[in-house]
């Protein structure tokens, strides 16, 4: 695996590149983790016939803090990275692949990646704007954890837990540690652009999108209505319906990597 340093209007960016020289997929990850969350994909059988990339948000990971918050912990400055990455790497045809906030940002940059083979996203329900969340979201007492600026090391263990199927009590240190690193500022525009016009109406793109989508599930997720997707009009939606992955909750890539990996690598292959 290549790891390289670009710089972007928000501060240094790190990028991890798999060895596979196949078609490129991009992945983007979740609030308050990095591009460690894809090492199965990055490490793993998918990352060694594909080229896979997986980077780190800024205010996350081993990329700098934003320099200036205000304007990079949103919708908008996180597209704006994505597509400086993508041409930086010059991948802007790759497939596009976001999970969680990673799926928002994916969302929110598909206007304006024309080039795009498809999208990809896990662990995301498109949003309308004002959005309704308690139609998308199930009720979690970890919720209000993706708006809190500072966390505590229990309150950080909460949250990589409510990502996990449910049960799971062996929680991999990293994610704890890349929970408590995260730039708490991050978490806190979250917050502060929902209630405003700061992102594009996902429910809009996804029913005018040209590319192929594909929409991957946990079947035993937490946090996402999974009901809610049947309320969606997503007229290019692979195989014609979201692909649901068994025993796993908010984490399928990580939680059954094999099957995950099979999905997207089958969506990648299709699309080209």
Known sequence: MKTTTLQSQAGKIVCHDSEGTGPALV??????ASSQAFAKQLGGT?????RVIAFDLPGHGASDDA???????????????????????????????????????????????????????????????????ENAFLPSKTNAYIFTRDLTEEQARA????????????????????????????REQLAAQISTSGFRDEVEIVANLKQPLAVLHGAQEQLINGVYFDTLTMPTLWRGKVQVIDDAGHLPHWEQADKFNALIGAFVDDVQ
């Open 27 to 32: 992945l983007v990850h979740g609030n308050s």
């Open 46 to 50: 998918l990352g060694k016939t594909h």
């Open 67 to 133: 320099r200036d918050p205000a304007a990079t912990y949103n919708m908008p400055g996180y597209a704006r990275v994505l597509r400086e990455v993508a041409a930086q790497l010059g991948v802007e045809d790759a497939v596009f692949a976001g999970w969680s906030l990673g799926g928002h940002i994916v969302l929110e940059a598909a206007p304006d990646l024309p080039r795009a083979k498809g999208f990809v996203i896990f662990g995301t329900p498109p949003l309308p704007f004002p959005p309704v969340m």
């Open 159 to 186: 949250f990589v837990a409510s990502a996990f199927k449910p049960g799971v009590t062996d929680l991999p240190r990293e994610m704890i540690d890349e929970v408590l690193r995260t730039d708490g500022r991050a």
